[in-house]
């Protein structure tokens, strides 16, 4: 019989950490839903759609550059782009676009790299 209570004791242990492990792991989920409903909520209130819009025309000297912002968004995370939170317009100039579209299509083997590959004349 002692043997027997001692092992019921250890089950009751191990049944008790592991609540406390789920109740824990519960609590940092309710955690990070509140911060993402937190974050729709801000964005909501600031006007702002977390999609973005599916294309983005950018004039340009050298021709029209038509950015399709739901491919990128499909295959990029909106902080790879967007500095701000929640994400905003990116003003955009030549060094901009270069700096930052450039320099993430050299990575992508599919990406356009010419200029004749972003902008139509």
Do not use: W
């Amino acid at each position: 019989k002692p043997a027997v209570e001692g092992v019921a004791q250890k089950v009751d242990e191990t049944v008790s950490a592991v609540k406390s492990g789920i109740v824990e792991q519960v609590e940092v989920a309710k955690g990070q839903a509140a911060d993402v409903v937190d974050q729709t909520s801000s964005i909501v209130a600031a006007g702002v759609d977390a999609t973005g819009p599916d294309l983005v025309n950018y004039d340009a000297s050298q021709g029209m550059v038509i950015f399709n912002h739901t491919e990128h968004s499909s295959r990029l995370a909106c902080s790879d782009c967007h500095t701000t939170d929640p994400p905003q317009k990116i003003v955009i100039n030549k060094e901009t676009a270069h700096d930052l579209c450039r320099g993430c299509h050299k990575g992508v083997s599919n990406a356009p790299k010419s200029c004749s590959g972003c902008h139509i004349k």
